[in-house]
């Protein structure tokens, strides 16, 4: 079963930085196709955030605030985070997937625990 574990969640204030990382391990695959991140807010629907494959994918929430980057000899996907905005407030998963890639939760099929990242204003 592939293994998704994420870091680097916390509390900062608003205009602030954050950088999560998500390491992947025990996966049956050649490579994962598809690396990417969602984000869950109390009472909302879970919504992509960014993504990495062959192209790579962006919210538009997120446009030139976020970066996606992979390290592929360390199977491990980042998300710098800057300009940090109360509205980033969430749970944020990492996900991954063989085959699919975008910002749809049913393009994954493997996904992280969550780690919490907390905006203030």
């Known amino acids: 079963q592939v293994q998704l574990v994420e870091s680097g969640g916390g509390s900062v204030q608003a205009g602030g930085s954050l950088r999560l990382s998500c390491a992947a391990s025990r996966f049956p695959y050649a490579r994962l196709y598809c690396m990417g991140w969602f984000r869950q807010a109390p009472g909302k629907e879970r919504e992509g955030v960014a993504a990495?494959?062959?192209?790579?994918y962006y919210a538009d929430s997120v446009k030139g605030r976020f970066t996606i980057s992979q390290d592929n000899a360390k199977n491990t996907v980042y998300l710098q985070m800057n300009s940090l905005k109360p509205e980033d407030t969430a749970t944020y998963y990492c996900?991954?997937?063989?085959?699919?890639?975008?910002?749809?939760?049913?393009?994954?099929?493997?996904w992280g625990q969550g780690t919490q990242v907390t905006v203030s204003s």
């Open positions: 996900a991954a997937d063989p085959n699919f890639c975008g910002l749809r939760t049913t393009h994954f099929s493997h």
């Open positions: 990495i494959g062959d192209s790579t």
